[in-house]
């Protein structure tokens, strides 16, 4: 008996943070992205949040949409304080400075992986396409990093 929950112990502490290395690159236009990714997922758990640094060198322009095979819908996220509350918005759109950069990253913009299809395994990639209002498509490969790196973040407590 004893054995047992040590056993269950081991298994969850065997989640080990990596993929910090696997950044992946891409451009259209004006736009480049920078290291894009996304986060493993439970199974059963439906959301899941995209980060990535999107560099601007020309005029401003804005994200309006994006689509992943793997996700129903992915929307457009802000995460900020009202009142003392961390709380979810969607967003139309993210506007991306001219000669500028944004960051989507934990607990501030992000890309929002709605109704996901199939559990999101560390190790895999993840094919995002972006819709800029003027750079046009650009598609993203989301290396998917182990569950709990950088720490809690989105999925497990966050509610939608
Ligand atoms: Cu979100």
């Known amino acids: 008996m004893k054995s047992n929950l040590l056993i269950s112990i081991c298994t969850a502490m065997s989640i080990t943070i990596s993929g910090a290395a696997l950044a992946q690159t891409a451009a259209a236009g004006a736009i480049k992205i ?3 990714y996304t986060r493993a997922t ?3 758990q439906q959301v899941a949040g995209g980060f990535m640094k999107i560099e601007n060198k020309g ?8 689509s992943s095979p793997a996700a129903g819908e992915v929307q457009l ?3 900020a304080m009202e009142g003392n509350v961390m709380k979810m918005r969607q967003l139309k759109d993210i506007a991306v400075p001219a000669g500028g950069a944004v960051e989507l990253k934990p607990g501030g913009l ?3 992986f709605m109704n996901i299809k199939a559990p999101l395994a560390a190790g895999q ?3 995002v396409k972006l819709k800029f209002a003027k750079a046009g498509e650009v598609e993203v490969k989301m290396p998917v990093n182990a569950m709990g790196a950088q720490g809690a973040g989105h999925g497990g407590a966050m509610k939608h």
């Open 77 to 79: 996220h802000e995460m």
């Open 110 to 112: 992000h890309l929002m």
């Open 34 to 36: 920078e290291n894009a």
């Open 125 to 127: 990639t993840v094919p």
């Open 59 to 66: 005029a401003t322009d804005q994200l309006v949409s994006a």
């Open 42 to 44: 439970m199974p059963g």
